[in-house]
């Protein structure tokens, strides 16, 4: 499958501090946040190659994903940014850029294989 076609879910995304005050500006649980935030990267994703669309605000980034006042608190908690150009997603390449997900895929490769080894050994 190639690289684009997937975000990783990151373990304990749901009790990271930016999802809880996510979670609370939107009146959800922080599941549903974690998967509004979701919803905004893959967005994203379809938009940028480096974590900036420019001429956007965090506005936007609600209408565009149709989730009403998510760009808004992803700006408060951090996970988006605005200036004058348009808005910015924070450590983009650790999990968009092709090479993260290429290293992601690598390591989740490795990782069964080292499983496979054990099983086989006993």
């Given at each position: 499958m190639?690289?684009?076609?997937?975000i990783p879910w990151e373990c304990g995304l749901t009790k990271k501090r930016?999802?809880?005050?996510?979670?609370?500006?939107?009146?959800v649980a922080p599941r549903e946040a974690a998967a509004c935030c979701m919803e905004v990267w893959e967005w994203a994703q379809?938009?940028?190659?480096?974590?900036?669309?420019?001429g956007l605000s965090a506005q936007d980034v609600s209408?565009?994903?149709?989730?009403?006042?998510?760009g808004e608190?992803?700006?408060?908690?951090?996970?988006?940014l605005e200036s004058?150009?348009?808005?910015?997603?924070?450590?983009?390449?650790r999990f968009n850029a092709k090479s993260a997900?290429?290293?992601?895929?690598?390591?989740?490769?490795?990782r069964r294989y080292k499983s496979n080894a054990k099983v086989t050994l006993r």
């Open positions: 190639p690289a684009g076609f997937w930016e999802i809880l005050l996510i979670a609370r500006q939107l009146g379809s938009q940028s190659v480096d974590g900036v669309v420019p209408g565009a994903t149709g989730i009403s006042g998510v608190a992803m700006l408060t908690a951090g996970w988006v004058e150009g348009g808005i910015q997603f924070p450590n983009w390449e997900k290429a290293r992601l895929l690598n390591a989740e490769r490795q």
